[in-house]
C-alpha cells in the first residue's frame, strides 16, 4: 500500500496543488489508516471494504479524537480511494456511502460596525507608519483576505484603477478580490509618500514595508493589530482572522450573494461560508430598520448610512 501512497502524494502535491502542511497532514492521516488494516491482516487495497474504513473511524473515536479530526482522517481516505478508482488501480470506491462525522461549529467572531470604524480611525495618518497601518486595515476589512495574504501582496498585486488586487491564498491558488474606495483611496496615498518614506534609499517588492525596508510577517501585523485593538477601546480579543469574520459576516447581513461572498473569501465548499448566515434576531430587526421603507433608516444609529460605508468599503457589494 505504500506504493500506492506514495503515487497518491505525489497528485496531490502536483496535480491539486495542495500546500505542504495539508499533504503532511493526508499522510499522516493515512499512515495510521494503513497501520489499522494492517493490524487486520489487509495489505492489499483491492481488499478494502467499507466496514473496514468505519472500524478505522470508530477505533479513531476509542482513541478520542474530535469529530474534527476524525473529519479530516475520513477526507484523506476518500481522497485516497478516489484516486485509486480514477487510476484504475482499483473499481470501486469503499469509502464513498460513509457519511461524515459531524461536529459543532463555533460561530464566527467578529466586530460591529462602531467597533470596526473605531479600529480603522485608531492610527495616526499623519506619520508615514500611521498611513501605512490606516492602508493595511482598511484593505484588510474590505476584502476579507487572510493575514498570509495580506502580507504577502506584492506592488504589482494591486490594481487600484481598476478596483481589485490578486490574492494569493491556499496551495498557491489565485484569486481576484473588488478593493473598496475608501481601501483603494487610502492605498494610494500610502504609495504617494508613506512607503519610500520607509523605504529610503532601499527597493521592495513587498507592498506593504516596515522602515527596515522588509515585507510584513504575519506575526508583525498581528502585533501592529493588538495594539490599534487597545488603541481603539476594543476590550475583547482581536486576531487578523477577526476582521476576516467581520468582512463575510456584514456583507451577508446586508443581503450579499453567498457564492459571491464565497468566491472573495477563497473558500472552496459553500458550507463553509454558510457560517455566517448565523444573524441573530436582533441583527436581522436592525437589518429591517436600515433597509425597509418603514423601518428607522434615518434615525437608527448605524442606519443607512452605516450600510452604505460597509458597502463602499467592501468594493460596493
Known amino acids: 500500500m505504500e506504493g500506492y501512497l506514495d503515487a497518491f502524494i505525489a497528485f496531490i502535491r502536483a496535480e491539486r496543488g495542495l500546500s505542504g502542511k495539508t499533504v503532511d497532514a493526508y499522510a499522516a492521516d493515512l499512515a495510521v489508516y494503513f497501520a489499522d488494516l494492517k493490524r487486520k491482516g489487509i495489505t492489499d487495497v483491492v481488499r478494502v471494504q467499507q466496514d473496514d474504513i468505519t472500524g478505522h473511524l470508530t477505533t479513531l473515536n476509542t482513541r478520542r479524537l474530535s469529530r474534527r479530526s476524525q473529519a479530516r482522517h475520513l477526507a484523506a481516505i476518500r481522497s485516497f480511494h478516489r484516486f485509486l478508482v480514477a487510476e484504475k488501480y482499483v473499481e470501486k470506491d469503499p469509502s464513498e456511502d460513509i457519511d461524515t462525522p459531524r461536529s459543532a461549529r463555533k460561530l464566527p467572531v467578529f466586530l460591529t460596525l462602531e467597533e470596526v470604524e473605531q479600529l480603522l480611525a485608531a492610527p495616526d495618518e499623519r506619520t508615514p507608519v500611521g498611513m501605512r497601518d490606516k492602508a493595511m486595515l482598511e484593505v484588510l476589512y474590505a476584502t476579507g483576505l487572510r493575514v498570509s495574504e495580506l502580507v504577502g501582496l506584492g506592488i504589482n498585486d494591486i490594481q487600484l484603477s481598476a478596483g481589485y488586487l490578486v ?29 519610500q518614506l520607509l523605504l529610503g534609499e532601499r527597493e521592495s517588492k513587498a507592498l506593504f514595508v516596515t522602515p527596515r525596508g522588509d515585507g510584513f510577517t504575519r506575526q508583525g501585523f498581528w502585533k501592529l493589530l493588538k495594539r490599534y485593538a487597545l488603541k481603539a477601546g476594543i476590550r475583547k480579543p482581536l486576531s487578523p ?38 444573524v441573530n434576531s436582533a441583527r436581522l430587526r436592525a437589518v429591517y430598520d436600515t433597509a425597509h421603507p418603514r423601518g428607522d433608516d434615518v434615525r437608527g444609529r448605524g442606519g443607512v448610512m452605516g450600510g452604505r460605508v460597509a458597502r463602499k468599503r467592501a468594493g460596493g457589494t
Not at 475608501?182 to 508613506?194: F, P, R, T
Not at 465548499?269 to 455566517?276: C, K, P, V
Open 167 to 195: 490574492a494569493k491564498g491556499k496551495g498557491a491558488k489565485e484569486r481576484v478580490v473588488p478593493v473598496g474606495t475608501i481601501a483603494a483611496e487610502k492605498v494610494q496615498s500610502y504609495l504617494a509618500g508613506s512607503r
Open 241 to 278: 482572522h477577526k476582521l476576516r469574520h467581520s468582512f463575510a459576516t456584514h456583507l451577508v447581513e446586508r443581503g450579499a450573494d453567498l457564492r459571491a461572498v464565497q468566491a472573495m473569501l477563497g473558500h472552496a465548499d459553500l458550507a463553509t461560508t454558510q457560517i455566517y448566515t448565523h
